[in-house]
C-alpha cells in the first residue's frame, strides 16, 4: 500500500493573494476544511505545507498555503499534486476503498477465471466503472455495481466479479 494518498492537482492560480485552484480526487470535497499540511509533490521533488485556508469555487477546491503570498509564488505550484500521509486521511466507510490500494488487483470471476488487472477507475456520476486490462492486453469495462462486483479483498489482492450477460 501506498504510503500516501493523491487527493488533488493544483490547476492554476486564484487572485493575487497565493491561492491555488485545486482539481479534487475525493468524492466529497468538504473533507479539505480538515487539511492542516498537505505534501506538494512536482516531479521528484515533495514538500510539506501548512494549509492557512480553504474556500470553494463551483467544483474546484481554492487553497491558500502559509508562506504563499503572491501571485507569482503561487503560480510555482501549477501542476503540483497534493497528498496526505495515509495515517493523516480521514476513515473511510466499510465497503469503500482508496483507488489507489484497488489499482493493480486481480480481477476473478466467481469461477475463478482471471480477466486482468484493474487498471483504472473512471467516475461516470451513477457509478464508478473498473477498467481491466486483460492478459492479451485488451480493456474490460465493468460498471462498479453490486450485481457485477462481489467481493473486493485487499489481503488477497483480488476482486471477485460476477459476469453478467452482455458484459463482453
Request: hydrophobic share 40%; aromatic share 8%.
Amino acid at each position: 500500500m501506498q504510503a500516501n494518498l493523491e487527493i488533488g492537482q493544483i490547476v492554476k492560480t486564484f487572485g493575487i493573494k497565493g491561492f491555488v485552484k485545486v482539481n479534487p480526487f475525493v468524492d466529497d470535497i468538504s473533507r479539505y476544511n480538515d487539511l492542516k499540511k498537505v505534501i506538494l509533490k512536482k516531479g521528484k521533488s515533495a514538500e510539506e505545507y501548512e494549509v492557512e485556508e480553504v474556500k470553494y469555487h463551483k467544483d474546484m477546491v481554492l487553497v491558500k498555503f502559509k508562506g504563499i503570498n503572491t501571485v507569482e509564488e503561487a503560480e510555482k505550484l501549477r501542476n503540483s499534486y497534493l497528498e496526505v500521509d495515509r495515517q493523516n486521511s480521514i476513515p473511510l466507510q466499510e465497503g469503500t476503498y482508496f483507488i489507489a490500494d484497488l489499482l493493480g488487483l486481480d480481477v476473478i470471476t466467481e469461477e475463478g477465471k482471471m480477466l486482468g488487472k484493474l487498471d483504472d477507475i473512471f467516475n461516470t456520476g451513477s457509478n464508478d466503472i473498473y477498467s481491466v486490462k486483460t492478459e492479451d492486453g485488451k480493456q474490460l469495462l465493468l460498471p462498479a455495481i453490486s450485481d457485477v462486483i462481489k467481493e473486493i479483498n485487499l489481503l488477497e489482492n483480488k476482486i471477485v466479479i460476477h459476469l453478467l450477460e452482455g458484459l463482453i
